[in-house]
């Protein structure tokens, strides 16, 4: 496994989680990274994208305004910080990286745009 997404669980509806995606002997740096997520019996969806530099960034409509997607490439790390979250973000999300050097305008929040995918993390949201 070269990625490996973490900081799931169990939170209540309202509340926050911090996820964290780290390459394991892989780097992340020159690479857009995207966090998805699925839920059971749904397909796999693009939730947040973020450019190799870090400036840029993409959001499902659906998560605006509450989750956000960073990284710091000296840490080979990703985030992505969900506030005010609701019972329908329940599912296991991943992160994914796409092809070094592949720009971030051709990439977006579509599965086959990455290369690269961790195990998953499981974020329950329930009272």
């Known amino acids: 496994v070269q990625l490996q997404a973490s900081g799931g669980g169990l939170v209540q509806p309202g509340g926050s989680l911090r996820l964290s995606c780290v390459g394991s002997?892989?780097?992340?740096?020159?690479?857009?990274i995207g966090w998805f997520r699925q839920a059971p019996g749904k397909e796999r969806e693009g939730i947040a994208c973020?450019?190799?530099?870090?400036?840029?960034?993409a959001y499902l409509d659906s998560v605006k305004g509450r989750f956000t997607i960073s990284r710091d490439d000296d840490k080979n790390t990703v985030w992505l910080q969900m506030n005010s979250v609701k019972p329908e973000d329940t599912a296991v999300y991943y992160c994914?990286?796409?092809?070094?050097?592949?720009?971030?305008?051709?990439?977006?929040?579509?599965?086959?745009?990455?290369?690269?995918w961790g195990m998953g993390t499981q974020v329950t949201v329930s009272s």
């Open positions: 994914a990286a796409a092809r070094y050097g592949r720009s971030y305008s051709d990439t977006g929040l579509i599965p086959s745009d990455y290369h690269y």
């Open positions: 002997a892989f780097s992340l740096d020159r690479r857009v």
């Open positions: 973020i450019s190799s530099s870090g400036v840029s960034t």
